[in-house]
């Protein structure tokens, strides 16, 4: 009905669809998502003649040339030295520290360390890999069944592309021309929320299976156990602070306070003894595979994105869809439909460069405002990472652990409900992600 009224308004032919079906069988086939975009928007160009094939090559560039994307390399390797360092253990003993007096301590200090770490490096499948490796073991001795705890580090590490700094949303402000130091103030309290949420969920399946005990400690024993945790790995949280004090502050942009992290961290890594320079041809190598996946498909997308605008197809979508049902609150359940089923089966970079561009306009349409717009589109995609059959968190867990991919995915059902929710809440209560902004992007 919906691609029936869209036909109509825009007249798309097969040089819409074709292109569309060949992108949907590459991706079906395994084919690196960058080469499937490129495919398809070089046969979208040549079957449609609307522009010259040249576009391709000049787009390639032009798409990638931002200096906004140099933060991406330098959050990832960031996250990178933060794990060889050994600076990432100094997480999980203060975030142990902090919950051990309660019930469920270690399930929530795994949870905490995850946003720990999404703090610096942006990504999720680092945090679920660097998370995973220190805790799940941890988690199952404490008596956490092995797919569960899965499940709790690949919820977790969700927040790696929902609390600022992030990857994500560096790259959907230079699609949507936003700035990422806003999109960052914005993200803070809906990535808080889905930590919080992550946090409440857990306490509440250990409640009722009783998966950890603990709780039996005094305040003072809390208070000097916190105390020497924090007296043996403060240095820890320069990195962090670093970022969030130079980004918020303004005094570095998203890109300057990733360089300042990478020298701070290779800094302390050399002072501590735990980083040589027999260890940066592999953190160069692995942050570079990294992003050598993230950069093509942005390149690739820039081509394609200008093909379905000559189009009319974002325009064509919002007409269509609004002739549907003009009431705001559905077309916003819609938005949030299409974000989490892109996520289930397509990885963030491809969804934002793909689908910011045709439901932004939707978006203005209804009056949302831009920036709660991108925070909910982000939030729905993370919804993604523990669903399947993507599910990157997932495979990334599963992958450290050998547990099977679906009883993982039966233990996140908790987790991607109480994130839904986040998302609604997100998406009809504007203040949550507009609060901390200046009056003007309200």
Do not use: H
Not at 19 to 37: D, K, M, R, Y
Not at 265 to 286: C, E, H, K, N, Q
């Amino acid at each position: 009905m919906l691609w029936q009224t869209m036909n109509q308004t825009v007249e798309l032919g097969w040089d819409f669809y074709l292109p569309v079906i060949i992108f949907v069988g590459l991706i079906a086939l395994a084919v690196p998502v960058w080469a499937a975009i490129g495919t398809a928007a070089i046969a979208m160009l040549v079957m449609s003649g609307d522009l010259p094939l040249s576009l391709v090559g000049e787009k390639l560039f032009t798409g990638i040339d931002a200096f906004a994307l140099t933060a991406v390399p330098l959050f990832i390797l960031t996250g990178d030295v933060l794990v060889r360092t050994g600076l990432s253990r100094k997480f999980l003993d203060v975030a142990e520290a902090l919950t051990c007096f309660a019930k469920g301590g270690f399930g929530s200090a795994t949870v905490l360390v995850c946003g720990m770490f999404a703090a610096i490096s942006g990504s999720d499948a680092a945090g679920a890999a660097a998370v995973g490796r220190m805790t799940i073991a941890r988690l199952v001795e404490s008596g956490y069944p092995r797919p569960y705890a899965c499940a709790l580090v690949a919820a977790g590490a969700c927040t790696g592309i929902l609390i600022p700094p992030s990857i994500a949303y560096i790259i959907i402000g230079l699609v949507l021309g936003i700035s990422a130091s806003t999109l960052f103030l914005a993200a803070l309290i809906p990535g808080l929320a889905i930590l919080v949420s992550i946090l409440i969920t857990n306490l509440i399946m250990n409640r009722i299976y009783a998966y950890e005990g603990g709780g039996n400690m005094s305040m003072g024993e809390w208070a000097g156990n916190l105390g020497r945790s924090l007296k043996s790995g403060w240095y820890a949280f320069i990195v962090p602070g670093i970022i969030f004090y130079g980004i918020f502050s303004g005094r570095l942009t998203p890109t300057e306070a990733g360089a300042t992290a990478v020298v701070v961290t290779i800094i302390m890594g050399f002072i501590l003894r735990t980083l040589t320079l027999a260890d940066f041809p592999a953190m160069l190598v692995s942050s570079a595979k990294v992003n050598g996946v993230i950069l093509p498909i942005i390149a690739f997308s820039a081509p394609l994105a200008e093909a379905l605008a000559i189009m009319g197809v974002p325009q064509g979508f919002v007409t269509s869809v609004t002739g549907l049902t003009n009431e705001p609150w559905l077309l916003i359940l819609l938005m949030i439909g299409i974000l989490i089923a892109a996520g289930c089966v397509m990885e963030t970079t491809p969804n934002i460069v793909i689908l910011a561009p045709i439901l932004k306009p939707l978006a203005d349409n209804i009056g949302m405002n831009e920036i709660q717009f991108c925070i909910m589109m982000i939030t729905a995609l993370g919804v993604g990472f523990i669903t399947p059959p993507l599910g990157l968190n997932l495979f990334v867990v599963s992958g450290i652990t050998g547990e099977s991919i679906l009883k993982i995915a039966a233990r996140a059902v908790p987790f991607v409900l109480c994130m839904f929710v986040v998302v609604l809440l997100i998406a009809y209560v504007p203040a949550i992600s507009t609060t901390l902004l200046p009056d003007i992007y309200k």
